[in-house]
C-alpha cells in the first residue's frame, strides 16, 4: 500500500509523507539514493527551502518538510 499525507506539523511548517509498506531498500545502499529521480526530488526540495528525511523501517517513508512563510 502508498499512503500519501500532507500535514501542518506545526504552525509554520508544512509536511509532505509519501510512504510504503514494501519490503524497503537494501541495506547498503545510500540513503537517499543515487539515481536521476532521486536527485530530482532532493534538488527541487532544496529550491523550495526545505528539508528531506527518509526511513527505511517497515517499508519505505519520505518526508519533505516545508517552511511557510509568514507576511511581513
Do not use: R, Y
Not at 528539508?51 to 511581513?72: C, I, P, R, W, Y
Amino acid at each position: 500500500n502508498i499512503s500519501i499525507s500532507l500535514s501542518k506539523s506545526n504552525p509554520d511548517v508544512l509536511t509532505l509523507k509519501v510512504s510504503d509498506n514494501g519490503i524497503g531498500k537494501t541495506k547498503g545502499l545510500a540513503p537517499k539514493g543515487t539515481g536521476f529521480g532521486s536527485q530530482l526530488v532532493q534538488l527541487l526540495t532544496q529550491q523550495l527551502n526545505g528539508e528531506m528525511k527518509e526511513d527505511n523501517q517497515n517499508g519505505t517513508s519520505v518526508s519533505f518538510h516545508f517552511k511557510l512563510n509568514s507576511a511581513a
